[in-house]
Structure formats: structure tokens, C-alpha cells
T-cell receptor
Framework: GQNIDQPTEMTATEGAIVQINCTYQ??????LFWYQQHAGEAPTFLSY??LDGLEEKGRFSSFLSRSKGYSYLLLKELQMKDSASYLC??????????WGAGTKLIIKP | ETGVTQTPRHLVMGMTNKKSLKCEQH?????MYWYKQSAKKPLELMFV???????ENNSVPSRFSPECPNSSHLFLHLHTLQPEDSALYLC??????????????FGPGTRLTVL
């Protein structure tokens, strides 16, 4: 079967750095997405990785290792507004998105 | 209007009611999706429409009936629902066949409560 694993919940301190991991087992791979979802709101696109390596976008970076079936989202200089759920999703061989359950990130002052 | 809109934002219905959820996308995309989001569970893909044809139906109960009259509008007709159908229903759209990355844009969702 297809599976996406990510931690259920993480806590970090304002101004710090946090890394949210995602491991996947899917039938084929055509890219990995990270989405941010604030409570009661729509998921919004953060990043897309299809090749191995690190993609940096401001305070957020996303890393992919296809051989290990592994990705992480790195958030730097955390702000209170970063409190949200972070969803990992993989595009499989049929170009269907397989979703993780999301990681709820709690930022404390 | 921007992005993907959904109405209503909140809906409370009894098990014998019939209601419809509406989604509209203003992005010129050619694919639209219905998802169910329950607490602490992955997004569940319910239906996919590509070029107004249904291409995915993941064993969704017949009490959920989708309709896609054109590439900008998507409906989810609900009848005789069960309390376990209470969830956030998200609509999304994307542009298929563009070579990727097939990013999906989501609406704000309809919070459905079945009594």
C-alpha cells in the first residue's frame, strides 16, 4: 500500500528552527509537496521537490532524498504565525496526490 | 473573486436532509477535486474531474453525488448522510497536462455537521 508518515505534533520556540520530517512509500514518484494549513483555513502551497537536494524559499526550505523516501521541511526564525499544520503529499505514478495526516506545529513565545 | 471559493462555509443538516456544496475556481484550471478532511487523518480524495469528466471515484458512498457542469464549477450533492460524514469538505483545482508540478489550489472548505 501507499503510505506517508510524519509526526503528529511538534512544539518549538519563537525565533528557533524546526525540522518536520516526512517519509513515504508510494507506487512511483513524481514529486513531493509541502502545504501549510492554519486552523479552519484552506491548505496553501509551500514547496515542491522532484529532484534530490535542498530548495530554499525565504525562511522555509525543503529537502528531498528519493533513494531514502524522505523529505523534511525546515522553518527558520520561527514566528507565532507559523503555528499551523504542515501537510506532506507525494505525487505517485498515476499523478495522484497521496497525503500524510499532517504535523501540527505549536510555537511558544 | 480570487482563487477557489466554496459555499456554504458551515452546514448543519439532519440525516434525512438533502443539501449541496458548491465550489467555483477562478484560475482557469482544467481539473477539480473534492476531498474529505477528518481530524488527525490524511486528506481523503473523493472525486476528481478532469476536463469535466469524472476520472476518480474512490469508493465513495452513493449518498455523495458529484456534479461538474463546466470547468469552473463543482458541486457535491448530499442526501441521507450519517453522523460519521461530519468533516471538513475541501474543493481544489489544478492545471493538468502542463508538465507539472500539478500544484493544487484549495478552497476554504465547508465544515459539515450531520446530526
Amino acid at each position: 500500500g501507499q503510505n506517508i508518515d510524519q509526526p503528529t505534533e511538534m512544539t518549538a520556540t519563537e525565533g528557533a528552527i524546526v525540522q518536520i520530517n516526512c517519509t513515504y512509500q508510494t507506487s512511483g514518484f513524481n514529486g513531493l509537496f509541502w502545504y501549510q494549513q492554519h486552523a479552519g483555513e484552506a491548505p496553501t502551497f509551500l514547496s515542491y521537490n522532484v529532484l534530490d537536494g535542498l530548495e530554499e524559499k525565504g525562511r522555509f526550505s525543503s529537502f528531498l532524498s528519493r533513494s531514502k523516501g524522505y523529505s523534511y521541511l525546515l522553518l527558520k526564525e520561527l514566528q507565532m504565525k507559523d503555528s499551523a499544520s504542515y501537510l506532506c503529499a507525494v505525487l505517485d505514478s498515476n499523478y495522484q496526490l497521496i497525503w500524510g495526516a499532517g504535523t501540527k506545529l505549536i510555537i511558544k513565545p | 473573486e480570487t482563487g477557489v471559493t466554496q459555499t456554504p462555509r458551515h452546514l448543519v443538516m439532519g440525516m434525512t436532509n438533502k443539501k449541496s456544496l458548491k465550489c467555483e475556481q477562478h484560475l482557469g484550471h482544467n481539473a477539480m477535486y473534492w476531498y474529505k478532511q477528518s481530524a488527525k487523518k490524511p486528506l481523503e480524495l473523493m472525486f476528481v474531474y478532469s476536463l469535466e469528466e469524472r476520472v476518480e471515484n474512490n469508493s465513495v458512498p452513493s449518498r455523495f453525488s458529484p456534479e461538474c457542469p463546466n470547468s469552473s464549477h463543482l458541486f457535491l450533492h448530499l442526501h441521507t448522510l450519517q453522523p460519521e460524514d461530519s468533516a471538513l469538505y475541501l474543493c481544489a483545482s489544478s492545471q493538468e497536462g502542463s508538465g507539472g508540478p500539478y500544484e493544487q489550489f484549495f478552497g476554504p472548505g465547508t465544515r459539515l455537521t450531520v446530526l
